[in-house]
């Protein structure tokens, strides 16, 4: 008996020192990645601006500038993939992992680390490959070798597996880890040994890995790249002739897009409004005006949700900047918890088409929709779902206590609205930017970050260098993921189209009874289902060039479906139970989940009829085009 003790001992100190291990090896290497991650964001920063002044103020184009951001932006992506993978941080469904006892959480969580590990297993190979390929390609204005950009694939798929490998170590139990890897690779075994079976579906293997394993990835909290990209190489490998480096090529492709360089401008953007005090700035000029009427603080919500909502290119940001500056004030008043987080949840719904939306830019980049028109037809759409809300809000505040609450008297308010112009003036500079053609979507985003140093340097004095570094690697971070999405649902799109599914798709809408109303009607249940799951940009990536020449084609202008769409993803990602968006809103209102949800309904329908008048007013999107 005191032998076996002592071997358990032993057996497990050992344990805690290869846990140990681990930890201080994944700090080592984190340190080694997020350096290089952060100063690519530097890097990008100073390339755009750059081109910005060259064109404008010495009226001589940088002709390298767009190749050499472009080289950068995929390493960038790649890197910032790296440090969200090392942090936990890409976008995943927990709704089932919240549910689980600790045990079969953890469990989970070393599948869905394992799952990962095994498509870069699978992928690697065939990423080199791909990076070999284009070795031979001379870029037109640097004039180097493409392979510079292209290993940024091979490699961040190694760092990548590195990381994954540690995460699994750093899971303190081998017997998680042990299971874990033994649940994958029967799975990748069963899937190998029915190729035969498979080759002879045809279509019906759309349905085994675009539905079902998408969907068991999905709901056991496979991050959602990760989720496509296993489906999309098991299609392509097991049921196909294609060679696996076009899916490669395919991810490259979607993460490459010039455009989707605004997304890490504009996260990184919104850290600095925080940071600066500029969004406070706004929520205190609001408050002013409309803290002394019932409900009033809930329509300064709304509305400080509107103003700042779409910059930072993270709902969960967003709602952080507004939330502290307000909540405090509001519980004072008598405001239940629990229907401070339902509003807050409900306004990320209501602002997702408010430029300069990432969403919006990842439209523009996957369809071709014009992003100045999107910019341009954004924005009454949000002002109808918060003129929804604050109906809600009116009817729920029509017995609020205000005896204690002083009106702010007008010598006040004018001073507050010194304090806010500069911050007031930020989005609209950007968005009128962007739609009169002063500047493209990315360059405005380098424009507003200078904007936003001076304010805070010259006017607010308030620049915390200390949070810079780590600003810049969660930009890079919370980028990477985002962007990584974008790649595996572009290889996956077109997976999916080779298929035919897409003539097959736009056959059955084309066929849908009630012409325009009922192809409408039929999207606004879809896309929130698919925000509910998927979140905005790996839908909208995945569906968006299959639905949209559809709309087209049954006499629905594009904007105003682009609008339809975002607003209907918005309302399933901010709903309860499976909205991610929602168990945001709850933590950053440090309130259950539970707590929460009975407040949620009246806030929803309110949303679900907005939803309804932008559908069938078209008016409303595009009048201003």
């Known amino acids: 008996m005191h032998t076996e003790a002592g071997y358990y001992t032993g057996e497990t100190k050992a344990a805690g020192a290869w846990t140990r291990g681990a930890a201080a090896a994944d700090v080592l290497f984190g340190l080694a990645v997020e350096i290089p991650a952060a100063l690519l964001v530097v890097a990008e920063i100073c390339v755009l601006l750059a081109g910005v002044i060259a064109r404008y103020v010495f009226h001589s184009p940088l002709v390298w500038g767009d190749e050499l951001a472009s080289i950068l932006f995929l390493w960038l992506s790649m890197l910032g993939a790296v440090v969200a993978?090392?942090?936990?941080?890409?976008?995943?469904?927990?709704?089932?992992?919240?549910?689980?006892?600790?045990?079969?959480?953890?469990?989970?969580?070393?599948?869905?680390?394992?799952?990962?590990?095994?498509?870069?297993?699978?992928?690697?190979?065939?990423?080199?490959?791909?990076?070999?390929?284009?070795?031979?390609?001379?870029?037109?204005?640097?004039?180097?070798?493409?392979?510079?950009?292209?290993?940024?694939?091979?490699?961040?798929?190694?760092?990548?597996?590195?990381?994954?490998?540690?995460?699994?170590?750093?899971?303190?139990?081998?017997?998680?880890?042990?299971?874990?890897?033994?649940?994958?690779?029967a799975v990748a075994g069963v899937f190998m040994l029915a190729q035969p079976l498979l080759a002879g579906l045809g279509k019906i293997n759309l349905l085994v890995f675009f539905v079902g394993l998408v969907a068991a990835n999905v709901f056991l909290g496979v991050p959602i790249a990760f989720s496509f990209a296993l489906a999309t190489f098991g299609y392509l490998a097991l049921t196909t002739q294609t060679p696996l480096m076009v899916m490669v090529g395919r991810m490259d492709e979607g993460m490459s897009h010039l455009i989707l360089l605004a997304v890490p401008m504009?996260?990184?953007?919104?850290?600095?409004?925080?940071?600066?005090?500029?969004?406070?700035?706004?929520?205190?000029?609001?408050?002013?005006?409309?803290?002394?009427?019932?409900?009033?603080?809930?329509?300064?919500?709304?509305?400080?949700?509107?103003?700042?909502?779409?910059?930072?290119?993270?709902?969960?940001?967003?709602?952080?900047?507004?939330?502290?500056?307000?909540?405090?004030?509001?519980?004072?008043?008598?405001?239940?918890?629990?229907?401070?987080?339902?509003?807050?949840?409900?306004?990320?719904?209501?602002?997702?088409t408010i430029p300069p939306s990432i969403v919006l830019i990842t439209i523009g980049s996957v369809t071709g929709v014009s992003i100045a028109a999107l910019f341009t037809g954004g924005?009454?759409?949000?002002?109808?779902?918060?003129?929804?809300?604050?109906?809600?809000?009116?009817?729920?505040?029509?017995?609020?206590?205000?005896?204690?609450?002083?009106?702010?008297?007008?010598?006040?308010?004018?001073?507050?609205?010194?304090?806010?112009?500069?911050?007031?003036?930020?989005?609209?500079?950007?968005?009128?930017?962007?739609?009169?053609?002063?500047?493209?979507?990315?360059?405005?985003s380098t424009i507003g970050i200078a904007y936003s140093v001076l304010a805070g340097l010259l006017f607010y004095r308030r620049f915390d260098w200390r949070r810079l570094p780590a600003m810049l690697v969660d930009t890079a971070a919370l980028a990477g993921a985002i962007i990584f999405i974008v790649g595996a649902a572009t290889a996956m799109a077109w997976g999916l189209t080779q298929s035919g599914f897409s003539q097959d798709l736009a056959e059955l809408m084309r066929r849908m009874p009630g012409g325009t109303t009922g192809f409408l009607l039929v999207s606004i249940v879809a896309f929130v289902i698919l925000g509910s799951v998927l979140e905005g940009i790996p839908a909208i990536v995945l569906f968006g060039p299959l639905l949209f020449p559809i709309a087209r084609a049954v006499g629905v202008n594009e904007v105003h479906y682009a609008m339809v769409v975002i607003l209907s993803m918005g309302l399933g990602l901010f709903a309860p139970p499976f909205g991610v968006g929602y168990y945001g809103a709850c933590a950053i209102s440090k309130v259950g989940a539970d707590e929460a949800m009975p407040h949620m309904w009246g806030y929803l329908a309110a949303l679900a009829v907005g939803v309804l008048l932008v559908a069938f007013i078209p008016w409303i999107s595009t009048g201003f085009l």
């Open 379 to 444: 924005m009454l759409p949000g002002v109808a779902l918060g003129l929804a809300l604050a109906v809600i809000v009116w009817r729920r505040s029509r017995g609020e206590d205000l005896s204690r609450v002083r009106r702010a008297p007008a010598r006040e308010i004018g001073r507050l609205f010194l304090v806010a112009v500069p911050a007031l003036l930020l989005p609209f500079l950007i968005r009128a930017a962007v739609v009169e053609g002063v500047a493209t979507a990315t360059e405005v």
């Open 85 to 185: 993978l090392r942090r936990g941080e890409h976008m995943r469904m927990t709704a089932l992992l919240s549910r689980a006892s600790p045990a079969t959480r953890a469990l989970l969580d070393a599948v869905a680390v394992a799952a990962s590990l095994c498509f870069m297993a699978l992928v690697l190979p065939h990423a080199w490959e791909y990076a070999a390929e284009e070795a031979i390609v001379t870029t037109p204005a640097l004039e180097i070798s493409n392979a510079w950009r292209a290993s940024a694939l091979p490699t961040g798929f190694v760092l990548m597996a590195g990381f994954a490998l540690l995460r699994l170590a750093r899971a303190g139990s081998w017997r998680h880890a042990l299971a874990a890897a033994g649940i994958v690779a």
């Open 266 to 352: 504009f996260i990184l953007l919104g850290l600095l409004i925080e940071m600066t005090g500029m969004a406070r700035a706004m929520i205190g000029f609001l408050a002013s005006l409309l803290g002394h009427v019932r409900g009033g603080l809930s329509y300064v919500l709304i509305g400080a949700m509107y103003l700042v909502s779409g910059i930072s290119g993270s709902k969960v940001a967003d709602m952080a900047a507004v939330a502290p500056a307000l909540f405090p004030e509001m519980k004072e008043r008598g405001a239940k918890p629990g229907n401070l987080a339902a509003l807050l949840s409900c306004t990320g719904a209501q602002t997702e």
